[in-house]
């Protein structure tokens, strides 16, 4: 019995990839960076979404990035988006909404103008999309989701999986991207149906970043359109939050996630 749990323990750790860190490069004049993070906490209270309290040191992580979009969950009410947008400096632009769960609100934020902007409902939950210009000049589609946890309804969480997909598919912009917190562990090393029912059309941006999340998973996703779409492996990766000891509502269990793409590559 020992040595076969030993084996199950060997394999467990021989598929584990641990997660590639962020380390700052300067994007190209044709890249283009995109961020997301799941904000809230993991806490033992019911309200885990963000509090004022982290809003400055959430803009001081977000400052130091370069994106070019910015996707956040688990805000805690209409408003923060836009306080983070005004700490982060003049020019940023923001679009936030309610995702229909838990007063919890979504929004995407960019230093460049939205061509447009809009919210939908997938699964139940309330969707963002914006549409902007990149610094090549290259339209850009970014699709921000939340999507609902399993343990609330598999059915709920792919219905909004597929939609978002389906939604950014159907946009003229020349890159798509759909990125958030997924609530789905693709692990591309299972080849699961749902996942290569999406590596069909989509590729997948945060691959080669490892198991970004705990309990050697992945929920936290970025997938682009066209396929072809390159992601630049150094200036990609998770941003490692600092310990904080005072002031604390919870522990963050999601940490930013960085995929800067080459809009050039296709």
């Not at 300067?26 to 809003?55: C, E, I, M, Q």
């Not at 700490?87 to 909404?97: A, C, F, H, K, P």
């Not at 939908?120 to 939950?125: D, I, P, S, V």
């Not at 990149?134 to 339209?139: I, M, S």
Request: with cysteine.
């Amino acid at each position: 019995m020992t040595g076969i749990v030993f084996v199950l323990l060997l394999s467990a750790w021989v598929r584990h990839r641990f997660a590639t860190r962020f380390e700052y490069v300067v994007p190209g004049p044709h890249d283009f960076r995109v961020v997301t993070w799941n904000v809230g906490y993991f806490a033992p209270v019911s309200d885990k979404n963000l509090r004022d309290v982290d809003l400055e040191s959430v803009a001081e992580l977000l400052s130091g990035l370069s994106a070019d979009v910015v996707v956040l969950q688990e805000l805690g009410q209409v408003g923060q988006a836009g306080q983070i947008a005004d700490l982060l400096g003049e020019g940023w632009n923001v679009y936030e909404e309610e995702t229909g769960h838990g007063n919890q609100v979504m929004a995407i934020l960019s230093p460049r103008e939205f061509r447009s902007a809009e919210s939908f409902e997938c699964g139940g939950r309330t969707t963002l999309g914006v549409s902007l210009y990149a610094g090549n000049h290259r339209p850009v589609y970014v699709v921000g989701v939340h999507s609902p946890h399993p343990a609330r309804g598999i059915e709920e969480n792919a219905e909004n999986i597929r939609c978002a997909l389906a939604h950014a598919a159907s946009k003229t912009e020349d890159v798509r991207i759909i990125t958030g917190d997924l609530n789905y562990n693709f692990d591309p090393g299972s080849e699961g149906e749902f996942y290569s029912e999406i590596m069909q059309t989509f590729g997948d941006g945060t691959l080669a970043l490892g198991e970004t999340y705990y309990a050697r998973t992945r929920i936290d996703h970025m997938f682009h359109f066209p396929k072809e779409l390159k992601v630049v492996e150094k200036g990609s990766g998770m941003v490692d939050l600092p310990v904080r000891f005072a002031k604390v509502p919870g522990f963050r269990d999601h940490r930013p996630l960085v995929v800067t793409y080459n809009l050039d590559s296709f």
